[in-house]
């Protein structure tokens, strides 16, 4: 599968819903493409970053192969950003990674969960 047809050309985006602001970080169908995940990622955290981009936001993982390094990455980064964050949910994990993050969202200042359906993530967030 090339590069181009897998989710590096599925662009991350801040939404309005329901009175807020929502960052989507869509780090999804990326398959297997463990290196190609984390450098969307890392390219991502410029603008997550920026104090502009919503403090809630919603992490995309169906169709892709995430291990505890990738998410120990991904929250690591949140925990040391500049800026806080209010609220994370992580959507298409998959059981053992959602006993990962439930063990971790005791160390952290924001709120962190995990919903597969991506409609009661937003809902959740705001």
Not at 9 to 22: D, E, L
Not at 30 to 57: A, H, R
Request: a positive charge; aromatic letters at 12%.
């Amino acid at each position: 599968m090339e590069k181009y047809e897998l989710g590096l050309n599925k662009k991350s985006f801040s939404i309005f819903y329901n009175g807020g602001a929502i960052w989507c970080e869509h780090l999804d169908s990326l398959y297997n493409e463990k290196d190609l995940l984390i450098q969307k990622f890392k390219q991502d955290l410029v603008q997550i970053s920026k104090p502009s981009t919503s403090s809630f936001i919603a992490v995309a993982f169906d169709e892709s192969d995430v291990d505890r390094e990738i998410l120990e990455l991904i929250v690591n980064s949140f925990v040391t950003l500049k800026k806080p964050l209010r609220k994370v949910v992580f959507v298409g994990l998959n059981s053992k990674m959602k006993s990962y993050i439930k063990k971790k969202n005791v160390d952290t200042l924001f709120a962190m969960a995990c919903i597969d359906d991506f409609e009661k993530a937003k809902k959740w967030l705001v």
